[in-house]
Structure formats: structure tokens, C-alpha cells
């Protein structure tokens, strides 16, 4: 078992009070040494999604990204638990990709209504209706969806994975949007599946317009979950964490971003001079995840993410021919 020592957070040790007030973060700092105590009994680390809440994003987390970030966090890392604050397709993906380490996820209920809207019967019933068409399934999937397709993808790949095929056409489940936006950037011809982010289906091109009109050249972010009117008043498109990257490479003075909005709460921190406008919109599922069952998690090693090893081997068969895909990421 590797060395880990106790990472003793301090309310002066972070500059999050952009975010977390002041005395809301010393009320917090008994919990998130409980916790850093308990990483090191449990050998565990704490991999969280940019939409996590600041609380865990700042106080806990070993390592923060996007969907594929975290895969690949989660097949480098060398602890022997790792527990997932994120959504259940995210900790499914963890425990795909490494099948002997306990992953582990605080509350087993934060679903995510993409993986919801497809399930492995239906991708059989795709192959029926266009044989030899391949299939590109977008990690938000369940591992029975994954187990049915012939390669995975991100929002930060979708276009690069699916030009890897040399297909005339592709199959793309479950969300339309990233087809949408997938099939405005190639000439590989889409069938799209009926699914939607409920987050990100929920902004407009027109509330961006307002935003263009009261704050003169303010450049917009968005990610491809987003409706193509959204798209297409925005200046950069691109996973969480490209926008992320964006925003640090950039600077700009301030700037919309078009996505889950504790994001935008917790780069603020990361980059004190830009003023990140946040049309407010949070993903229900993300925020089950609190502090408080971090804890828990770790204390009762409880909610284990189990899958069957035969469906996951073939799962993984779809994710690492994505992660081989030069140039992603
Ligand atoms: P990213 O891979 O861009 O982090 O997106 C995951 C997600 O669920 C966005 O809603
Ligand atoms: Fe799923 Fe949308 Fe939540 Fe991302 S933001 S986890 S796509 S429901």
C-alpha cells in the first residue's frame, strides 16, 4: 500500500471565499479533515466532476476534471479505493476501467437523464434497424449501453472518435445535442437518439442574446450538451473541462458560461480577475452528492459500484478503444 499522509485543510490554506463564505468554511473544516483522515486509513482518493459542489471541489477532492479526465485519473490512480463524487454512470466507468479497486459513490442514486434515456435492448434493436452501422455511445451511458457499443466517447472527443471510424455514417446515443453539434463538425453522416441533458436543454439562444445585448462583446462558452441555437452564439464550445481551460488561457474580463453553474462557482476561485457570468441552471443529480456522505462513504464503505465482470469486460472493450484514440482529450 502506497504512503499517504493527512492533508490538514485550514480555513487560510484556500481562497474560496469567492464562494464559501468565511465562516461557512470554518464551519466545514471539522468534516473535511474527518475526511482527509479517513482517505489516508481507507487508502482511498476522492476523484470529483467539475459540477460538484465547492464544498468537495476545494475542501476534498484528490483530483477534479471532466468525464474522460476522471477515466483516466481513475486508471493511473494507485489507491485502493476510490471514491466517485459524481454521478453513477461516472463511478460505473471507474469500476470498468479498474476492476479490482473498490469504487465506491455517496449516494448510488444520482442518476443522470442521458445513461436514463437508453438502455442495451435498445442499441440492439438500433444494430436490426442499420446493420453494420457502427455504434458511438456517449460515456453517459449505463455499463449494459457501453457492453452494446462498438466505442465510447466524451464531449471532449465525440468529433475526434468519431472521425477514428472512416464510416460514411454512425449511430450516436444517447444525446441529440452532441450528435447535433458531432454532426455540424464532420461530414460523417449521424443517427441521432432521442436523449437530452435536462440541465443544458433548458438554456436558449435567446436568453444568450439578452446577455450579448446588456453586456456588449462578452464572450459566451457553452458546452455540446446544449441546443444548437445555443451553440450558436457561442464564441467557444467545448467539454467542462475545455471550457475551464479556456477561460485560464484567455482571461477575459468576464464571460457567460453556458453550463451547470457550481462550475462557474468553483473556477471562480481558480481565477479571481475574470467575472464569470453563470446563467444559473444545476444538475439535481450532481448536488445528492454532499460532504456529509463523502464522509459516510468512506467511513462505512458503502455504496460499492458493483457490475457484472462479463458485461464490463465488453464495456471496456468501447472505453479503452476510445481512450487509444490519438488525439483526445
Ligand atoms: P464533461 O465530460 O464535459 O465533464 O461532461 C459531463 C456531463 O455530464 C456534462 O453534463
Ligand atoms: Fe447528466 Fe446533465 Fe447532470 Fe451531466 S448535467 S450528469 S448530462 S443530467
Known amino acids: 500500500m502506497p504512503e499517504r499522509h493527512v492533508r490538514i485543510v485550514a480555513v487560510t490554506d484556500v481562497e474560496i471565499a469567492r464562494t464559501i463564505p468565511a465562516e461557512e468554511w470554518a464551519?466545514?473544516?471539522?468534516?473535511?479533515?474527518a475526511i482527509e483522515q479517513l482517505k489516508v486509513e481507507r487508502d482511498a482518493v476522492v476523484l470529483a466532476h467539475n459540477y460538484i459542489t465547492p464544498a468537495i471541489y476545494?475542501?476534498?477532492?484528490?483530483?477534479?476534471?471532466?468525464?474522460?479526465?476522471?477515466?483516466?485519473?481513475?486508471?493511473?490512480?494507485?489507491?485502493?479505493?476510490?471514491?466517485?463524487a459524481g454521478v453513477h454512470f461516472m463511478a460505473e466507468s471507474a469500476k470498468i476501467i479498474c476492476p479490482d479497486k473498490t469504487v465506491l459513490i455517496p449516494d448510488p442514486t444520482a442518476g443522470c437523464?442521458?445513461?436514463?434515456?437508453?438502455?442495451?435492448?435498445?442499441?440492439?434493436?438500433?444494430?436490426?434497424?442499420?446493420?453494420?452501422?457502427?455504434?458511438?455511445?456517449?460515456?453517459?451511458?449505463?455499463v449494459e449501453v457501453k457492453a452494446e457499443t462498438d466505442i465510447c466517447c466524451t464531449s471532449s472527443n465525440a468529433v475526434a472518435v468519431v472521425e477514428s471510424l472512416g464510416a460514411d455514417r454512425v449511430i450516436f446515443v444517447p444525446d441529440k445535442y452532441?450528435?447535433?453539434?458531432?454532426?455540424?463538425?464532420?461530414?460523417?453522416?449521424?443517427?441521432?437518439?432521442?436523449?437530452?441533458?435536462?440541465?443544458?436543454?433548458?438554456?436558449?439562444?435567446?436568453?444568450?442574446?439578452e446577455y450579448r445585448r446588456s453586456?456588449?462583446?462578452?464572450?459566451?462558452?457553452?458546452?455540446?450538451?446544449?441546443?444548437?441555437?445555443?451553440?450558436?452564439e457561442a464564441d467557444y464550445v467545448g467539454s467542462t473541462a475545455g471550457m475551464i481551460g479556456?477561460?485560464?488561457?484567455?482571461?477575459?474580463?468576464?464571460?457567460?458560461?453556458?453550463?451547470?453553474?457550481s462550475m462557474s462557482d468553483n473556477v471562480a476561485v481558480e481565477?479571481?480577475?475574470v467575472e464569470l457570468v453563470r446563467p444559473c441552471n444545476l444538475c439535481p443529480h450532481m448536488k445528492k452528492i454532499t460532504l456529509e456522505k463523502v464522509r459516510n462513504s468512506l467511513l462505512c464503505l458503502e455504496h460499492e459500484v458493483l457490475v457484472d465482470p462479463e458485461i464490463a469486460a465488453r464495456a471496456r472493450q468501447a472505453v479503452d478503444r476510445m481512450l487509444s484514440v490519438s488525439g483526445t482529450g
Not at 27 to 33: D, R, T
Not at 71 to 81: G, I, K, P, Q, S
Not at 178 to 204: K, M, N
Not at 215 to 232: F, T
Open 27 to 33: 464551519a466545514l473544516e471539522p468534516m473535511i479533515n
Open 58 to 84: 476545494h475542501g476534498v477532492a484528490d483530483l477534479t476534471g471532466d468525464s474522460l479526465g476522471l477515466a483516466r485519473a481513475a486508471a493511473e490512480t494507485d489507491a485502493e479505493v476510490v471514491v466517485f
Open 113 to 142: 437523464s442521458l445513461a436514463a434515456s437508453i438502455t442495451g435492448a435498445d442499441i440492439r434493436r438500433l444494430r436490426k434497424r442499420y446493420p453494420g452501422v457502427p455504434v458511438v455511445s456517449y460515456v453517459n451511458t449505463s
Open 178 to 209: 452532441l450528435g447535433h453539434y458531432v454532426a455540424s463538425q464532420t461530414d460523417t453522416e449521424i443517427i441521432f437518439w432521442e436523449g437530452a441533458c435536462e440541465v443544458h436543454e433548458r438554456f436558449s439562444g435567446e436568453e444568450l442574446r
Open 215 to 232: 453586456v456588449p462583446g462578452v464572450p459566451i462558452i457553452a458546452h455540446p450538451e446544449c441546443p444548437p441555437d445555443v451553440l450558436d
Open 246 to 261: 479556456w477561460v485560464k488561457g484567455n482571461r477575459p474580463e468576464r464571460v457567460v458560461m453556458v453550463t451547470e453553474c
Open 271 to 273: 481565477v479571481p480577475d
